[in-house]
Each structure stands twice: as C-alpha cells, then as structure tokens.
C-alpha cells in the first residue's frame, strides 16, 4: 500500500523537477520537458513495481532459508529483466547506470547476467545536428575546419558520436562530438535516481544505494567535459611514455572543447576479437598479459585509473610479425587514487597473494568495511580467508560448501552495507577489475596471468614510495629488495600455477583410464555374450 500512495507524489515530483530541468532558451523546451516526464515516469513505476515484487514475494520466508534463497534469486531475475527493459527503452544515461550497476561483482548474479548485454550504442544524431555543433563551438564553417569530414559516423554511442575527418594538412583524425541537450538530461536523469534511491531506502531500510549514486554522478560529469578528456589522455600518454606497447592517440587541442574532441586517427579492433588475432597472427596470451600489465601499472604504481576498461576501448592494432599494440580510447572517465589508498591496496594485495589473513582484516579496518574484510581473497583470488587451497586452483568441495553457507546468510542489507562502507576509489577498482576479468575470459587467460601482474606492480607500486621516502642514496638496496619480494611472490605463483597443470594432467590421465577399462569391460561382455 506504501509503494501505490507514493507513486502518483514520486510522478508528481518527476513533472516538476523535469520543467524545472529542461531548457527554455531555445523552442524545444516544452518537448523537451514532456520526453523527461515519460523518462522518469517509466523509472518511477519500473522500480515501485521492483519493490513490491521484492516486499511480496518474500514475506513470510525466513532469511536465509532454501525457500527463501530459491525466491529471492526468481525476484532478482525479474527484477533484473525489468531493469534492463527500462534501460533499453530510456536509452541514455539509463544504459550508462545499467553497464555501471553490472560491472560491478559485489551485485547479485542475477543482474550481473541480464544487464551484461548493453552495449554503449545509441541510434546516431542527424549530421545536420552535428554540423551545428562543431560550426557553433569553433565559430567556422565545417569545411574551412576540415579537408574532408565523413557524415556517416564510425561509432555512436549514449552521449557522443564519432566522425572521420582528416585536417588541411592531411592528417587523419577522430572527431567526437556530444549531442546536444546533455546536459539538463543527465540532471533530470540523476535527480530521478536518487528520488528512487532515497524511496527504496524507505521501504528497504537496509539498501543503501547513495555512495554508489554519487559515483556514478562523478564519472557522468567527467564525462560530459571533452577538455578534461583531453587532458587525461595526455596525461596517461605521458605515464607511458616508456612503453612501446601502448598507444594513445595524439589529442589535437586548437580543436578540442568541451563539446568536441579531436584526436589522431588509429586503427585497430577491439581487444577480445579472437578471430582477428588469429588472422593477424597475434597471440590472445600476449594481448591478454599486455592489457593486464598495462592496468596493473595504473592501478598500483601511477594511481590514476582508466575507468571504462570495455572491449570497444581497447583496440589491439597489428604491427606485424606477431607484435602489436594496445590503442587506449575514451579517457572521459578516470579516477586518481589518494595516495594512502594506492598504498594500501598495494599492501593488501601482497597479503592476499601470501594469504596473510591478519594483514588482510587489519587493512579491513582501514578500508572501513570492518567485518566483510573477510571476503577480500574470495572477491579477488577465488580463495576463502583460511583456505588450504594453492593460489589459482579451484577451492575444495568442503571450502566450497563453507562459503556457499556463509554467503547464503547475507541479504542484500548486507551486500548494500558493504558497498556503503567502502572508499569511493574502491569501487572504481571493483568495477574496471571485473571489467578486465571478462576481458581476460574472453581472451582464454588463465588466473595466474592477472595474479603475476598483478602481484608484479603491487611490489613496485611499494618501491616508489620507498624511493621517494628514501632518497637516491638507497636507491639499490631498495630495488635489490623489491626484486626479491617479487621473486618470492612470483614462485608462489608459478608453484600454484604447476600444481594445476599437474591437477589437470591427473584429471586427464584418469579419464584416459577410465575409457580404456569401460572398452575393455565391454569387449569382455560381448566375448562372454
């Protein structure tokens, strides 16, 4: 009864709040405000139809129990399926939150699944439409700007498409230009979520969603400025200066705003297309150790991170013989870690890698998430706080069957709690991880891959603090030492790494035999019969 009276005020509120939001300097302000209104309205029953699902179905069952596990995964699927129908027919910012919200891992399985497949693709702007912006933006007209300008776009996605252009000096170039009316969108858009938000806290006093709200704020705004596009694509282009794997495309800035970013053209295709690697004579092992260094470094030893790490931002382009690079697109999105994070999240994975269960729930403490520490190896390497298992294999039957119970006491007040009590950096690493993890899958990288890298650069990460606390007059001694904590935690590994393949190869064997006793025991049958 709560979610049908509030239902008509929260509608009430999204009227308002889209007149209030949408432009009326120029004549499409009305339209505007009508098409905010059915956004927001679709969002409003969309998630109050979600809440009485959840509210009804589970009533009566005790947490915790099979019936109610049973249940609660059937409300989450189709819950899931309504978001993602909401996110389809909204478009926008909406297929944003939805690609947000499942890559993240801490969600629950059901979502993760169903809003996987959206893809940052939009139906493209009219060139007419994109011509005004650019002409608007540098005060030229299109062809006093360009040599050649391609109407048709080579990608469009939910607040940008991209033309192929090439300059009077005959210089390729990508050009991404923003829709118009973003802005007041993404206002009207982000104050309905937090309307719903703060409406499913009422009802779920346990959900909290702000922090994770907040977020996803900040990386939208981000976003919506070319110029600081610009200059994280510079900046990162400088931290891998040194690195003759990876590229970055040159931003040209006499012809970038905030509206338009023009960059050097490169090509290539996307990171996970298998079926070019194999034509191009590329090694999917490579690419994959290359990506996973190449954000290893970010991560733990420059702290500024690469926030949208998806297939379509990542190309792999051939340089023959085998070698190739890696073309790092779209740096809307980037996050710099405070320096004590940075710090600490190296120190955690070094405990994680050695399993040093006291270090892993003292950072806990720190991190401020207390108790769900415990869940840091299960999160990150597949392995239980006191598991006996090597790293990188599978856990036993019996740690399995410990953590199936454990988690199958937490309800998602539990899940909401813990993503609440982390820093926002953490949830920046959660999400580009689990991003890079699929990468990884999809490439047919084994665990130990990510585990060296990351293991490699978290050691490194160390040691450039220790040498900017040090000064130069440690200088080797220090890397001496860091090199033998590498080495250390790389035998670790590549042990854990051998116990597999000597598990598989068991496996392998034993299946061998058993085909060879079922043939001889039916060949004795039959010469029996």
């Known amino acids: 009864m709560l979610c049908r009276g509030r239902a008509p005020l929260l509608a009430g509120v999204a009227l308002a709040a889209s007149f209030a939001a949408s432009p009326s300097a120029d004549g499409r302000g009305v339209p505007s405000a009508l098409h905010g209104v ?41 819950s899931a399926k309504k978001l993602l129908k909401l996110c389809k ?43 005004i912006v650019i002409e608007q933006t540098f005060g030229k007209d299109l062809h006093d700007i360009f040599l050649d300008f ?39 858009d982000i104050m309905t979520m937090s309307l719903l938000s703060k409406f499913v806290s009422l009802i779920f006093p346990d959900y909290r969603f702000e922090k994770i709200l907040l977020e996803f704020e900040r990386t939208m705004s981000m976003e919506l400025d070319f110029t600081k596009e610009a200059s994280n694509s510079e900046r990162t282009a400088s931290c891998f200066r040194k690195n003759n794997v990876v590229k970055v495309p040159r931003v040209f800035r006499e012809l970038t705003t ?8 490169c ?13 191009a004579d590329i090694s999917p092992a490579k690419v994959a150790k290359a990506l996973i260094e190449l954000f290893g470094e970010m991560i733990f030893v420059h702290g500024f991170v690469h926030g949208d790490p998806h297939p379509g931002n990542i190309l792999v382009s051939p340089r023959g013989q085998g070698r190739f690079s890696l073309v790092l697109l779209d740096h809307g999105i980037y996050k710099e870690l405070e320096p004590k994070f940075r710090l600490d999240y190296c120190k955690l994975w070094r405990a994680l890698i050695l399993l040093d269960a006291q270090k892993i729930l003292e950072l806990g403490e720190q991190f401020g998430v207390g108790k769900y520490a415990k869940y840091f190896p299960l999160i990150f390497t597949g392995r239980t706080l006191d598991s006996k298992s090597a790293l990188g294999t599978q856990i ?5 069957m410990r953590v199936k119970q454990d988690l199958s006491s937490l309800g998602m007040g539990d899940i909401s709690s813990f993503m609440e009590s982390l ?47 040090s000064g130069a007059i440690n200088h080797m001694s220090l890397r001496i030492k860091t090199n033998i904590s590498y080495l250390r935690l790389r035998i670790l590994i590549e042990l854990a790494g051998l116990l597999v393949q000597f598990n598989d190869c068991k496996h392998k064997v034993m299946d061998n035999l058993r085909w060879m006793l079922q043939k001889l025991s039916l060949g004795w049958y039959r010469s029996l019969m």
Request: proline share 4%; hydrophobic share 40%; charged share 25%.
């Open 38 to 78: 059915a956004r927001s309205s679709r969002a409003i029953y969309t998630i109050g139809f979600m809440v009485v699902d959840y509210k009804y179905s589970l009533r009566g069952l005790a947490p915790g129990s099979a019936d109610y596990r049973v249940k609660l995964s059937e409300v989450h699927l189709r």
């Open 89 to 131: 027919v909204n478009r926008g910012f909406y297929v944003k939150a939805g690609q947000f919200v499942s890559s993240l891992r801490q969600v629950p399985k059901e979502y993760i699944s169903t809003l996987s497949c959206l893809q940052d693709q939009a139906t493209p702007c009219k060139f007419q439409d994109i011509k």
């Open 150 to 188: 391609d109407e048709h776009p080579i990608a469009a996605a939910s607040i940008a498409q991209v033309h192929r252009g090439r300059l009077n000096d005959n210089q390729e170039v990508a050009v991404k230009v923003q829709y118009p009316g973003l802005e007041w969108r993404m206002k009207l």
């Open 258 to 265: 905030k509206e338009v970013l023009t960059m050097e053209f």
């Open 267 to 279: 090509y290539g295709h996307k990171v996970d297309d298998l079926d070019f690697l194999r034509k």
């Open 396 to 400: 036993s039957g019996e740690e399995k």
């Open 423 to 469: 820093p926002p950096d953490f949830l920046v690493i959660l999400r580009t991880d689990g991003l890079l993890r699929s990468i990884l899958g999809n490439l047919g990288a084994s665990r130990h891959v990510r585990l060296l890298a990351y293991a490699k650069c978290a050691i490194y990460g160390l040691e450039k603090q220790s040498r900017l606390e």
